[in-house]
T-cell receptor, first 114, second 114 residues
Framework: KNQVEQSPQSLIILEGKNCTLQ??????????LRWYKQDTGRGPVSLTI?????NTKSNGRYTATLDADTKQSSLHITASQLSDSASYIC?????????????FGAGTRLAVHP | NAGVTQTPKFQVLKTGQSMTLQCAQD?????MSWYRQDPGMGLRLIHY???????DQGEVPNGYNVSRSTTEDFPLRLLSAAPSQTSVYFC?????????????FGNGTRLTVT
């Protein structure tokens, strides 16, 4: 069973528009939630890390929000640029099966068109 | 700093062959880990190390070996390649416990087993 679900699977937007990516998780207890950006052919790069006590964190035009009660997070991209075309991966750090682990979502593939 | 360097970038193996994927980091990070990324799935942890001389299994360790003789290097060995090991492999490091610290990823090795 997939404990970190991301939606949509893929998204196309026009340059300059805003968009919001979703991440729902079922794991608990929860330590932190991260968002990574992965360009094609490259490794993921960290955008934000939020603990359960934080409900928003920004990194430039990227703003992540977290609702620990509903177990939902979103990544909002403002004034998109062509360079935002990438996969965005949600990762939850949680305790599962008696030990800590990182659980990765399958990602949302974003394409920004001119 | 070069960060995390992985070699080779691409590799094709025949079933039953063995090989070593190289990973080196120059950030003096104690924690290093190997992941595989398959289409439609989140990254999965293969093996990890919390320091030189210490390694442990992750979620999908079968068919892979690791060793950590130095802080900088963390090679991944495929003992007898199988088509199911066709994947993209990422090495990552972190300054502290990777459950609480951001991961720094290499750019991956794309492996095809025929």
């Amino acid at each position: 069973k997939n404990q970190v679900e991301q939606s949509p699977q893929s998204l196309i937007i026009l340059e300059g528009k805003n968009c919001t990516l979703q991440c729902n998780y079922t794991v608990s207890p929860f330590s932190n939630l991260r968002w990574y950006k992965q360009d094609t052919g490259r490794g993921p790069v960290s955008l934000t890390i939020m603990t359960f006590s934080e409900n928003t964190k920004s990194n430039g035009r990227y703003t992540a929000t977290l609702d620990a009660d509903t177990k939902q997070s979103s990544l909002h991209i403002t004034a998109s640029q062509l360079s935002d075309s990438a996969s965005y991966i949600c990762v939850v750090s949680a305790r599962s099966g008696g030990y800590n682990k990182l659980i990765f979502g399958a990602g949302t593939r974003l394409a920004v068109h001119p | 700093n070069a960060g995390v360097t992985q070699t080779p970038k691409f590799q094709v193996l025949k079933t039953g062959q063995s090989m070593t994927l190289q990973c080196a980091q120059d950030m003096n990070h104690e924690y290093m880990s190997w992941y595989r990324q398959d289409p439609g799935m989140g990254l999965r942890l293969i093996h990890y190390s919390v320091g030189a001389g210490i390694t442990d299994q992750g979620e999908v360790p079968n068919g892979y070996n690791v060793s950590r003789s130095t802080t900088e290097d963390f090679p991944l060995r495929l003992l007898s390649a199988a088509p199911s090991q066709t994947s993209v492999y990422f090495c990552a490091s972190s300054i502290g416990d990777f459950h609480n610290s951001p991961l720094h990823f290499g750019n991956g090795t794309r492996l095809t087993v025929t």
